[in-house]
């Protein structure tokens, strides 16, 4: 099983920009298919980005043309950016790891969108 720590989680007024990080634990980090997810209070756990081994990417409707997920397998990180942020983006969000079927979940990240 792949350990996910999310990082860059935090405060910020809506219109801002905030980064996400996603630091892996896996020797063939470049092999596994990575999404972000996020889940606001009361509701149920949603995919808002995804990014396969070949770098292709997808979105949630909701986020499409503000959020941008890439990675960096140098790093063994993947990276969430959020740009022109709302306050209905207010959520944890999860950094998600597959492999074969195989998942793995970091412990989530706080992102809050008030002012």
């Known amino acids: 099983q792949v350990q996910l720590v999310e990082s860059g989680g935090g405060l910020v007024q809506p219109g801002e920009s905030l980064r996400l990080s996603c630091a892996a634990s896996a020797r063939s980090f470049s092999s596994y298919f990575m999404a972000w997810y996020r889940q606001a209070p009361g509701k149920e756990r949603e995919l808002v980005a995804s990014i396969s081994r070949f770098h292709n990417t997808n979105y949630a409707d909701s986020v499409r043309g503000r959020f941008a997920i890439s990675r960096d397998n140098s790093k063994n990180t993947v990276y969430l950016q959020m740009n022109s942020l709302k306050p209905e983006d207010t959520a944890v969000y999860y950094c998600?790891?597959?492999?074969?079927?195989?998942?793995?979940w970091g412990q989530g990240a706080q992102v809050t969108v008030s002012s």
């Open positions: 998600n790891a597959n492999l074969a079927g195989a998942l793995s």
